[in-house]
């Protein structure tokens, strides 16, 4: 792949007649919050008690058809992932660090020793010099110059309220259905117009815009969501020109309400209130996964259509869930969950098909990260020749899919958190991390800690290496400062003395 960097105005320059005419149309199902273990599709060496759990039959269907992946990761916070999804670049570059909402408001609690630095509050633009935001190009507006039609539908979170890059269509998406800068919703029931007044009027910053039909019908927002991205898709029949649906869905973010069309399964299964409510709202994810295979199967479309299932972090199981009694998830045998850089905040449910191209019944255990989905996608739609002004991060897991030889498996990842979300647990608050093959590294910068896990050998992270390997230690945090310094990362300062916190290597 060629990447040219250009300066800050440059567009892409895609000569449309030399693309064939059977590029794939693709599907990128992206799910909120969506934990490792909260799919009947084992993501590990084994069947857990939570993959028992959960009745996600077309998930199963979509692995039967292609490749699922035991090793992928994103961010551990919504904002950095998607972010990094749109950019290609890593959060440590982009400074969108931790999850955006208000564009002169930073999200971070306080922390007693530190203060987190000054990050891209209002997230990433693609128009310069907005206040707080990281400028670049995203690769749908590449997708769009190369003759596809671009269809947004569900949760965006790019961009803060009132910046340019909250809006899908600033990204290059011919059509936005419901995307806006909120992270979360208000609420998943239409009995309450998901968050807007009788008058229409939002009663909540987060309230779901653009859905005003299925107010007052009893319609779950994931099925109205649903309904929509197939009625763009049946808008686009027809056409000459090949499809890319960003079907982002809310679910399965707070709050958990009870999906009424699957809740009474699982309280027949013998869940508790809570965690049946949290097992609908997944269910009814995978019914809107199911329902767009059976539309690309009735319109003649699925062999030429790649189906990429994804999750933006590990799922909310931490320990202030816990505490609080508000906890509706596991990521067992991983520790921890979202907002921490142990497995449970980071590693993900994946699974790609592509009938014909993607080998049926396969696994892939080599990592990738969620800005490696930026050069894959434009690989897919054999988009090989772009400018953008950013850096690319992301490396394509074409070939992974493919079954052609691959980098992957000795490049290191890293994840950079600067900040504190509030909540509490192992390697949730002021972090950074490296993994690179068997060994992953995580450094805390209130304490100056370094954890040390040998990952194959010890998935729950429940053994700290540190001692007995301090060479390793030292390789890896040489290493992990060396990248952080090179891309502009930033890092929090000590409240007592206003100097910055060390890197991992000094």
């Known amino acids: 792949m060629n990447i040219r960097l250009l300066p800050l105005l440059s567009t892409a320059l895609v000569a449309l007649d030399t693309l064939a005419d059977d590029r794939p149309n693709i599907i990128l199902f992206l799910v909120d919050d969506l934990g490792w273990q909260d799919t009947s599709v084992p993501m590990w060496t084994q069947q857990t008690h939570y993959n028992a759990t959960f009745h996600t039959p077309n998930m199963e269907r979509l692995a039967a058809e292609g490749m699922t992946f035991t090793s992928a990761y994103a961010a551990s916070i919504s904002s950095p992932s998607r972010c990094s999804l749109m950019t290609g670049t890593n959060a440590a570059r982009h400074r969108v660090t931790n999850w955006t909402m208000l564009p002169d408001t930073a999200t971070d609690d306080p922390h007693p020793l530190c203060t987190p630095p000054t990050w891209n509050i209002g997230g990433i633009s693609a128009t310069p010099d907005v206040p707080r935001t990281y400028t670049a190009q995203g690769f749908v507006s590449l997708l769009r110059a190369a003759g596809y039609h671009t269809i947004h539908c569900g949760k965006a979170h790019f961009g803060a309220l009132h910046t340019p890059g909250e809006d899908p269509r600033h990204w290059g998406f011919d059509v936005n259905i419901a995307g806006h800068a909120a992270g979360g919703l208000a609420t998943y029931l239409s009995e309450h117009n998901y968050g807007h007044r009788p008058d229409g009027t939002p009663y909540a910053l987060n309230a779901i815009p653009g859905l005003e039909k299925y107010w007052g019908t009893g319609t779950f927002a994931t099925e109205a969501l649903t309904r929509e991205a197939i009625a763009a898709l049946e808008s686009h029949k027809g056409s000459d020109s090949p499809f890319f649906l960003y079907m982002a869905h809310y679910a399965v973010h707070i709050p958990i309400d009870r999906d009424p069309r699957y809740y009474a399964r699982y309280i027949a299964q013998g869940l508790d209130p809570r965690e049946a409510a949290y097992a609908s ?85 080599q990592m990738l990260l969620i800005e490696d989905f930026f050069p894959t996608i434009l690989s ?74 040998d990952i194959p050998a010890d998935i729950g992270e429940q053994h700290d290496l540190s001692r007995r390997h301090p060479t390793i230690v030292r390789r890896l945090s040489r290493r992990l400062g060396r990248h952080l310094r090179s891309v502009g990362a930033q890092r929090p300062t000590f409240r007592a003395t206003g100097q910055p916190c060390p890197w991992p290597d000094e």
């Open 281 to 365: 709202l997944v269910e009814g994810v995978d019914k809107s996964l199911g329902d767009l295979l059976d539309w690309l199967e009735s319109n003649g479309e699925r062999e030429r259509t790649v189906v990429l299932l994804m999750s933006d972090n590990g799922g909310l199981a931490t320990q202030s869930e816990w505490r609080s009694g508000a906890l509706y998830t596991q990521n067992a045998p991983l520790s921890s969950g979202k907002g921490s850089l142990r497995e449970g905040g980071i590693r993900v449910p994946m699974i790609a098909a592509w009938p014909g191209h993607i080998a049926p019944e396969t696994r892939c255990d």
């Open 380 to 453: 897919l739609a054999e988009v090989g020749d772009y400018r953008v002004p950013q850096p690319i991060d992301g490396e394509s897991f074409a070939p992974l899919l493919l079954g052609q030889p691959s980098r992957h498996r000795r490049r290191p990842l890293v994840w950079h958190f600067p900040n504190v979300w509030g909540n509490e647990g192992p390697g949730i608050n002021l972090c950074s991390a490296i993994r690179l093959g068997r060994w992953k590294l995580i450094y805390h910068y209130d304490t100056g800690q370094k954890e040390l896990y």
